[in-house]
């Protein structure tokens, strides 16, 4: 392991100064928006903000090289980019770098070789606030980047990944590196890259009573052990009926409840359509409800003309999946901000901001209400920026006001 304590070259590829200190009040404005009042749940003024929490995360950082183009182009086309930017990406960077912006104070387990490549991906982290003490840097080899097209016509983006040589391996983490790591961590964070490392850390943490937090995107080799140690996991739209081969996307999060006992919450990103949510809970009635009816009964109480992050919830209540089992828990549907087509940049990263903004709110105690609305107000920040960073909030934005009383 070679040790880069030593400081960079002052020059590097990211922008990544933090902004001047802002004063606020609790209400949030948008570029050519009336201010509008964020709605939370009432005890929200009881919350312990944690601003000493340890979150720990393990998995995938790179560098990315985002290009905007007016629209995607076809095969053997030339075309010209609308914007560039080169960034640090990777899931577990950033969402540490939200964390690290929401005044936490994230560590990183992860690895990039000595190359102009790596030292940046080290020097943004570091500027941001992450911890990467615990950081692998190999002496040779390549750190991971992304190659990643920006359509501005369909907001939409198409990643191309180089995976950085040599992987990481659980050698590359001493015993007292990993121990140190997660002293005093709060969460432990895993997006189900770098399996074999994040098996071992998975398994200490559950020695040391650590809460986990699984990032299921895809499937992945080693994915299934992960989950089998995860309190809570947040999945991407396809996963759930990938995993579960469910015929809905609901009745695949009570097959994971059922298939996973330990894990106290699921969430399933949606995009533009929010998010769906359960949460288990011990006891609930006799009789059963059809999980698919209870969405759709859901949203139903949803309004339109909302523009701002809402969440609907039902009772307790014993959700059946037909075919599959029934499972005692309480439905949240979570809407998404509804974003001006002249404000949506780009999408690239929304759902490690989502995550981010979950992990703060389990820290923080946050209702699952409130965390849904919060983590959904994060995520639309992200999108108004290109990349994944650029448009993360800092805790003293004014559109988190509401949030951090």
């Known amino acids: 392991m070679l040790n880069l304590s030593t400081p960079f070259s002052t020059f590097s590829l990211f922008n990544t100064?933090?902004?001047?200190?802002?004063?606020?009040?609790?209400?949030?404005?948008?570029?050519?928006?009336?201010?509008?009042?964020?709605?939370?749940?009432?005890?929200s003024n009881d919350y312990s903000i944690p601003h000493d929490s340890i979150v720990v995360g393990c998995g995938g950082i790179s560098v990315d090289f985002l290009a905007a183009v007016s629209a995607y182009p076809n095969p053997d086309d030339k075309i010209r980019t609308t914007n560039?930017?080169?960034?640090?990406?990777?899931?577990?960077?950033?969402?540490?770098?939200?964390?690290?912006?929401?005044?936490?104070?994230?560590?990183?387990?992860?690895?990039?070789?000595?190359?102009?490549?790596?030292?940046?991906?080290?020097?943004?982290?570091?500027?941001?606030?992450?911890?990467?003490?615990?950081?692998?840097v190999s002496k040779e080899g390549t750190s991971p980047f992304t190659y990643i097209i920006v359509d501005n016509q369909t907001k939409t983006r198409t990643c191309i990944h180089t995976p950085g040589y040599p992987p990481m391996i659980p050698d590359d983490l001493s015993e007292s590196s990993l121990l140190s790591a997660l002293h005093g961590a709060r969460i432990v964070y895993f997006d189900g890259r770098?399996?074999?490392?994040?098996?071992?850390?998975?398994?200490?943490?559950?020695?040391?009573?650590?809460?986990?937090?699984?990032?299921?995107?895809?499937p992945r080799e080693g994915l299934d052990d992960l989950l089998k140690l995860a309190d809570y996991v947040v999945c991407s739209a396809k996963f759930p009926q990938a995993w579960?081969?469910?015929?809905?996307?609901?009745q695949a999060l009570v097959s994971m409840l059922l298939r996973l006992p330990n894990i106290k919450f699921v969430i399933v990103t949606l995009g533009k359509d929010g998010c769906i949510m359960i949460e288990r809970s011990v006891d609930g009635p006799s009789t059963e409800i059809d999980i698919d009816d209870l969405v759709e009964s859901l949203k139903t109480r949803k309004k339109e003309t909302v523009s701002i992050p809402t969440c609907i919830s039902?009772?307790?209540?014993?959700?059946?999946?037909?075919?599959?089992?029934?499972?005692?828990?309480?439905?949240?549907?979570?809407t998404a901000e509804s974003i001006p087509p002249s404000e949506l940049i780009d999408t690239t990263g929304a759902g490690d901001a989502f995550i981010g903004a979950v992990?703060?709110?389990?820290?923080?105690?946050?209702?699952?209400?409130?965390?849904?609305?919060?983590?959904?107000?994060?995520?639309?920040?992200?999108?108004?920026?290109?990349g994944a960073r650029s448009g993360l909030p800092y805790r003293t934005d004014p559109q988190?006001?509401?949030?951090m009383q």
Do not use: W
């Open 400 to 403: 988190l006001a509401s949030f």
């Open 194 to 218: 770098l399996y074999e490392t994040a098996l071992v850390v998975a398994q200490e943490a559950v020695r040391k009573n650590i809460p986990i937090l699984i990032d299921a995107e895809r």
């Open 84 to 136: 560039l930017k080169i960034q640090g990406g990777g899931n577990v960077g950033n969402a540490l770098t939200c964390l690290a912006r929401l005044a936490l104070k994230p560590r990183i387990i992860s690895k990039v070789a000595n190359d102009s490549q790596g030292r940046d991906i080290l020097d943004e982290l570091h500027t941001d606030g992450v911890d990467t003490s615990f950081l692998v």
């Open 17 to 43: 100064q933090p902004p001047s200190l802002l004063y606020f009040n609790h209400s949030r404005t948008r570029r050519g928006s009336t201010s509008l009042k964020v709605n939370v749940s009432s005890n």
């Open 314 to 334: 039902s009772s307790v209540e014993k959700l059946e999946a037909k075919g599959i089992g029934t499972v005692s828990g309480r439905l949240y549907i979570g």
């Open 359 to 386: 992990l703060y709110a389990i820290c923080a105690k946050f209702s699952p209400e409130t965390m849904l609305c919060f983590s959904a107000t994060v995520a639309a920040a992200k999108c108004r920026e290109l």
């Open 244 to 250: 579960t081969e469910a015929s809905t996307i609901p």
